[in-house]
């Protein structure tokens, strides 16, 4: 059986990167390496990782598209929550980039997108009507 276990980011800054989602969304380190290139957040049973760009390069000699801040990317990572405006609000506290404010969308859902200082795109979710 295949388990999806990790989903790593490569960034600029992981020290800030991971004090940024503690703030944020109160995530907290579940393991940082002693070099300070490699963290993972304790975000239940898929890990969310950051790894330095750094090693990007070096895992992918060929060759990888670093985040920018400036633009958004086709991929996100999405937190539910139960109240969407406050943990915005408490994100954009934090230093996220206002994207898309909460907005309710037709299947009842609401939903908000910021992205992180090093520009990973974060929908903040209600729970699905039926969950």
Known sequence: MVTFSHTIFYV???ENIIAFYEKAFGIKAKFVHDSGLYAELN??????????????ADNL????FPLER???????????VPDVQKAYDEALLAGAIAIVPP????WGQIVAYVK???????????LMASE
């Open 103 to 106: 907005k309710h969308k037709p």
């Open 70 to 80: 400036d633009k958004t990317h086709s991929c996100e990572i999405v937190f539910t």
């Open 116 to 126: 992180d200082p090093s520009g990973v795109l974060i929908e903040i979710a209600s």
């Open 43 to 56: 975000t239940g049973g898929t890990t969310l990782a950051f790894a330095d760009e750094e090693l990007g």
């Open 61 to 64: 000699p060929e060759g990888y």
């Open 12 to 14: 600029k800054d992981i």
